[in-house]
């Protein structure tokens, strides 16, 4: 699906996207500049636009920001290269969040730990995750939480710091896991791989997350649904994850989207999300 044959305004108003890499998309042959007006204009309420690098919010922001009802977030992701510097790449997001208009970022992250980029465990990528939830409970803001094959360090990193919220994004574990994060505070936000045919156990642990702590995003312009599985993924493809979530939970699509608007709300703390 690319913007040529993307029709927005079918089905789109009311969808939330919570995570979107909105800069990578020119870089996958889709143009963020025009199609991002036309989902708004369709009635989209809202997109999250993450970061993963210091530096990174300046330029997102020159691109995005006039878009009303794009969002901001800013936070260093563990690449390899990060973990050689942990402490100027801190200053740097820092840095990065002090230069844009008070407001601008809505939360820090992504940030957490990755096994399969770091296979084995280090001070430095813990490091970089707590300094970045200490970030978080200074500003007073959520955190978007990477955590890919390290569940346990993950929980335990996050129960150090109980006064910080958020989300798991693109969640990828069991229903136990789940209720580790739920228990802690956290929402659950699934991307597109729901939808894929060997992903039953996922759809399973979806149905077992309350609709009050429950998210859904693309993680543009990764993890494509199916039908466009493989191919770069846009915000607009979210419709496809809403209805198949519309299914599973046996509930109607509209109060779906009601649903998630408000719990985007609350967790990103806006107050202007349209109706």
Not at 73 to 97: M, N, T, V, Y
Not at 240 to 256: F, G, M, N, P
Request: charged share 25%; glycine share 8%; aromatic share 8%.
């Amino acid at each position: 699906m690319t913007l040529d044959d993307f029709e927005p305004e079918a089905g789109c108003a009311g969808l939330f996207d919570t995570h979107a890499h909105l800069s990578y998309l020119d870089g996958r042959g889709i143009n963020a500049e025009k199609l991002v007006p036309a989902l708004f204009k369709a009635g989209f309420t809202g997109i999250i636009d993450v970061g993963t690098t210091a530096g990174d919010l300046a330029e997102r922001m020159r691109a995005f920001s006039r878009f009303e009802h794009v969002r901001f977030s800013a936070g260093l992701w563990p690449h390899k290269e990060f973990l050689s510097c942990p402490e100027r790449q801190l200053a740097l997001l820092e840095q990065d969040i002090d230069t844009v208009p008070a407001g601008s970022v809505v939360a820090v992250g992504e940030c957490g730990f990755d096994r399969r980029e770091n296979p084995e465990p280090s001070g430095a990528e813990r490091e970089l995750l707590e300094r970045q939830l200490d970030l978080a409970r200074r500003r007073g803001l959520p955190v978007i939480i990477h955590s890919r094959e390290a569940p346990a360090e993950t929980i335990e990193t996050l129960a150090a710091y109980p006064d910080v919220g958020g989300i798991i994004h693109c969640f990828s574990y069991g229903s136990s896991e789940a209720r580790a994060f739920l228990d802690m505070g956290y929402y659950i936000s699934f991307a597109g791989n729901i939808s894929f045919k060997n992903a039953g156990a996922l759809r399973e642990t979806l149905k077992s997350v309350p609709l009050d702590r429950l998210l859904l995003e693309t993680d543009s312009p990764y993890l494509a649904p199916e039908p466009y599985r493989g191919k770069p993924s846009h915000p607009g493809m979210i419709m496809q994850s809403y209805r198949r979530t519309a299914e599973l939970l046996k509930i109607d699509i509209e109060e779906l989207k009601e649903r998630l608007r408000r719990n985007a709300a609350q967790v990103f703390n806006l107050r202007d999300v349209p109706a």
